[in-house]
Nanobody, 127 residues
Framework: QVQLVESGGGLVQAGGSLRLSCASSGLTFSRSAMGWFRQAPEKEREFVAA????????YYANSVKGRFTISRNNAKNTVYLQMNSLKAEDTAVYYCAARAGVDITAMVIPRTFFGSWGQGTQLTVSS
């Protein structure tokens, strides 16, 4: 059973930083494409960032490019999302996603690409 568990969310002031983590189990992490999505209330879940198997390719939504950094530690089966210069519009539940056996080579990443999802962690950015 694939399990993805996000952590690190919380309440942050605008302009601040936070790092989200996603610990995985039940999959071959090093051969799984990983991504982050977010969903605000009454809105569609939207792509935030994705990273290839080795971490060599990263992709970002335009709304977060330059502010967020996705990375992974295959030895720890964990993917991270470093979020800097946070804005109120970043407020959402952030979800970790995985796709086993397929690498990421291009934008854009549809949510249907990913087969496994975490439970989400809430980020609230206050102004």
């Amino acid at each position: 059973q694939v399990q993805l568990v996000e952590s690190g969310g919380g309440l942050v002031q605008a302009g601040g930083s936070l790092r989200l983590s996603c610990a995985s189990s039940g999959l071959t992490f090093s051969r799984s494409a990983m991504g982050w999505f977010r969903q605000a209330p009454e809105k569609e879940r939207e792509f935030v960032a994705a990273v290839s198997w080795s971490g060599g390719r990263t992709y970002y939504a335009n709304s977060v490019k330059g502010r967020f950094t996705i990375s992974r530690n295959n030895a720890k089966n964990t993917v991270y999302l470093q979020m800097n210069s946070l804005k109120a519009e970043d407020t959402a539940v952030y979800y970790c996603a995985a796709r086993a056996g397929v690498d990421i080579t291009a934008m854009v990443i549809p949510r249907t690409f990913f087969g496994s999802w975490g439970q989400g962690t809430q980020l609230t950015v206050s102004s």
